[in-house]
């Protein structure tokens, strides 16, 4: 018997276990897509604030129309926190330093909004998460995509 099984419940477990099946994250083919802004939403993930921005998949194809999303870590959440909750990003973060690539941006701006987004085709890679947040392997049936880099300006 392998030494990470125990050999004997210290406590017996009655009843079902159910595990939750919802809301899964879609995983699809890693590669290149064509995306448009959908929406963001703030959170805290482990006491860090977290933002999440979400686009549809615009490429014609079996996956037209999927939401992925790429995680960033902020400064802040400002405002409400959930679906188009405000944050502070500081100017050496991800988000930041995306938000000045895909806009083209030539001057720092105060302040953004979701519209800055709107109407735009953003081309990105897509890569499959295969490792959870400490590193271990995570099932294959368990797996997600999620967008992890942006490649230009908008079309």
Not at 7 to 17: Q, R, S, W
């Amino acid at each position: 018997m392998p030494d990470c099984l125990p050999t004997k419940l210290a406590v017996p477990l009655e009843g079902e276990i159910i595990l939750d099946g919802t809301n899964r994250a879609p995983c699809i083919p890693e590669g290149v897509y064509e995306v448009a802004y959908s929406h963001h939403e703030t959170t805290t993930v482990f006491q860090t604030p977290k933002l999440f921005v979400w686009f549809r998949i615009t490429s014609f194809g079996p996956h037209l129309g999927v939401k992925l999303y790429r995680p960033y870590r902020v400064k802040r959440l400002k405002g409400k926190v959930g679906r188009g909750g405000g944050f502070e990003a500081g100017r050496r973060s991800n988000i930041y330093k995306d938000i000045v690539r895909m806009l083209n941006l030539t001057a720092r701006p105060k302040y953004l909004s979701g519209r800055d987004f709107a109407n735009r085709i953003w081309k990105v890679r897509v890569r499959t998460v295969r490792k959870d947040y400490q590193g271990k392997p995570i099932p294959e049936w368990d797996r997600y995509s999620v967008v992890s880099e942006f490649f230009c300006e908008a079309t």
